[in-house]
């Protein structure tokens, strides 16, 4: 039973940790480490960029013309494909 209640304390810490790492109100600009080098993330405010993990530091990319950064596929795709989708879970 002990292994129950550590797991499950476990999870609710894991699930705050995450969903604290997310502010809506923010830009989503990453906190860049090694162990993410190459990440790619949204940029809250401006959804003609996204966010890449080079070297320690965020780096904002562009996309093309005609595009928005798409979170689900982790690239530009045209306007017609793109939807908007809340920046953080509920």
């Given at each position: 039973m002990k292994f129950v209640y550590a797991f499950a304390f476990l999870a609710l810490?894991?699930?705050?940790?995450?969903?604290?790492?997310?502010?809506?109100?923010?830009?989503?600009?990453p906190t860049c480490t090694t162990a993410n080098e190459g990440d790619i993330s949204r940029n809250f405010w401006d959804p003609t960029?996204?966010?890449v993990c080079k070297e320690g530091v965020a780096t904002s990319v562009r996309c093309p013309e005609q595009t928005g950064f798409l979170t689900s596929a982790k690239d530009c795709v045209p306007w017609g494909q793109w939807t908007w989708v809340p920046p953080c879970d509920s």
């Open positions: 810490a894991f699930a705050v940790s995450v969903h604290a790492e997310c502010d809506p109100d923010g830009d989503g600009k960029r996204y966010w």
